[in-house]
């Protein structure tokens, strides 16, 4: 893909989203502090001290692929901004096979919002002592959104749902 189509559907997926302002803003009034305390819940489950939460990496999968940190993620679920700017120039490039371009665009419920298939979210927390092969434990979840709030519930195949 060439830089310009690249940037003509960066911008073309900002425009989009920007149109569905109120439906973001929406889920965030109606599911962000509901999600944040399931998550926060997970994380005192999974994480044996604060060591562990700092390293620990959340992964969201919707319709994009999107990581954050535990130092993040009430700012992140509750954010509602569409990103308004973006610096796209060649370097971006190589990041278009993976869609990495895509991600900064969409605040995260709204991408879980997007996804076709239903949304999971991986909890992976990197193993203290590890030999070559780094190894991660880790927890997933897949989000019901069938209800008016948004559940959380353990898979163990967190990327074959559908």
């Given at each position: 893909?060439?830089?310009?189509?690249?940037?003509?559907?960066?911008?073309?997926e900002?425009?989009?989203?920007?149109?569905?302002?109120?439906?973001?803003d929406?889920?965030?009034?109606?599911?962000?502090d509901?999600l944040l305390?399931?998550?926060?819940?997970?994380?005192?489950?999974?994480?044996?001290?604060?060591?562990?939460?700092?390293?620990?990496?959340?992964?969201?999968?919707?319709?994009?692929?999107?990581?954050?940190?535990?130092?993040?993620?009430e700012?992140?679920?509750?954010?509602?901004?569409?990103l308004?700017?973006p610096?796209?120039?060649?370097?971006?490039?190589?990041?278009?096979?993976?869609?990495?371009?895509?991600?900064?665009?969409?605040?995260?419920?709204?991408?879980?919002?997007?996804?076709?298939?239903?949304?999971?979210?991986?909890?992976?927390?990197?193993?203290?002592?590890?030999?070559?092969?780094?190894?991660?434990?880790?927890?997933?979840?897949?989000?019901?959104?069938?209800?008016?709030?948004?559940?959380?519930h353990?898979?163990?195949?967190?990327?074959?749902?559908?």
């Amino acid at each position: 893909m060439d830089l310009y189509l690249f940037k003509q559907n960066i911008y073309q997926e900002i425009k989009n989203a920007k149109k569905d302002q109120h439906i973001i803003d929406s889920l965030i009034k109606e599911q962000a502090d509901s999600l944040l305390r399931h998550m926060k819940a997970i994380i005192e489950k999974i994480c044996k001290d604060d060591i562990e939460k700092m390293f620990l990496t959340i992964k969201i999968n919707g319709a994009y692929e999107q990581s954050i940190n535990v130092a993040g993620l009430e700012y992140q679920l509750k954010n509602n901004k569409v990103l308004q700017n973006p610096i796209i120039n060649a370097s971006y490039e190589a990041d278009t096979f993976g869609e990495l371009g895509y991600v900064d665009i969409y605040p995260i419920i709204y991408n879980m919002y997007m996804s076709k298939n239903k949304p999971t979210i991986i909890f992976l927390i990197p193993q203290r002592h590890y030999m070559e092969n780094v190894r991660h434990i880790w927890y997933a979840v897949s989000v019901d959104r069938s209800t008016s709030k948004w559940t959380l519930h353990r898979t163990k195949r967190p990327y074959d749902n559908t």
